[in-house]
């Protein structure tokens, strides 16, 4: 007879194991440098510090939305820096239900980096930082363009990257990787009008796809067909590949050498 085996709590427990290795967290160290606690104590006396630690080499503080415009200033003027080298955004919507924003402040002349972080709901608006920093310019547009996140009084504030009609932010985790129905019908509507939708197909967004009957088959280097011929109609036969007449003169006016062995 079969041995039995209590079945308590069964529901309970996971049926899959983790299979994939889980890096484990960066340690947060304590705020020990002179530099970095000189940074810390005016950046005190300006904002409110939520937390702070030195992580991989870097002052790492946790601000609130509101004031990140008077951070970046106590840092600007007060600590000497003077480069925002970047700023974005990180999508925890779904597992927390906010965005977490990043400024990477760089002091040239101490040769040291601070990172700013704060983090806001999905409808909540972050402040421009283009009156203090130049760079922002762009790199707010791709923020509002890629995560769909509003900056106030922004100069320029439209997309960056993506159609000024395109639906959807991409690097949303809720965005598809090859991208929605959507982007698969947009050039063609676009270009063709959507009444041409049975006859073109949805774009093909597969980065790893070949086809070997694609338009003039050029994916299949050496089997190329015609213009205006069809691809599958026309047989497998390999065309031996032409160079150009100009190329090979050039090429045979010498002298050449061929390496026996890389050097």
């Known amino acids: 007879m079969r041995k039995y085996s209590p079945k308590d709590n069964v529901q309970a427990k996971a049926k ?10 960066v340690p947060r160290e304590p ?3 002179a530099h970095f606690a000189e940074v810390l104590q ?7 510090v939520l937390d702070a630690y030195v992580e991989i080499g870097q002052l790492v503080i946790h601000i609130r939305p509101e004031e990140n415009i008077d951070a970046l200033r106590t840092l600007k003027e007060q600590c000497g820096y003077a480069m925002c080298s970047e700023l974005s955004a990180v999508d925890y919507l779904a597992q927390d239900g906010e965005f977490e924003i990043f400024y990477q402040m ?3 002349k101490e040769r040291k980096r601070t990172r700013i972080l704060t983090r806001i709901k999905e409808d909540q608006a972050i402040e421009s930082i283009v009156p203090l920093y130049d760079m922002a310019k762009f790199a707010e547009r791709e923020m509002y363009d890629m995560f769909g996140i509003y900056v106030n009084n922004h100069p ?3 997309r960056i990257i993506m159609p000024d009609d395109w639906e959807g932010h991409p690097l949303r985790k809720t965005y598809p990787l090859e991208g929605d129905e959507f982007a698969s019908w947009y050039e063609v509507d676009k270009i063709f009008g959507k009444e041409y939708r049975d006859v073109i197909g949805p774009e093909n967004r597969d980065p790893a796809r070949i086809d070997r009957y694609d338009t003039q088959r050029f994916a299949r280097v ?3 067909v015609p213009f205006g011929a069809d691809p599958s109609l026309v047989d497998e036969t390999e065309t031996p590949v ?3 007449s100009e190329l090979l003169a050039d090429y045979n006016k010498g002298p050449h050498k061929v ?3 890389r050097k």
């Open 42 to 48: 005016k950046m005190k006396t300006a904002v409110e």
């Open 31 to 33: 705020v020990e440098d």
């Open 222 to 224: 050496g089997h190329e």
């Open 16 to 25: 899959y194991t983790d299979r994939f290795w889980v890096a484990p967290q």
């Open 242 to 244: 032409e160079y150009s």
């Open 156 to 158: 320029y504030l439209k």
């Open 106 to 108: 760089l002091n040239l």
């Open 259 to 261: 390496l026996d062995k």
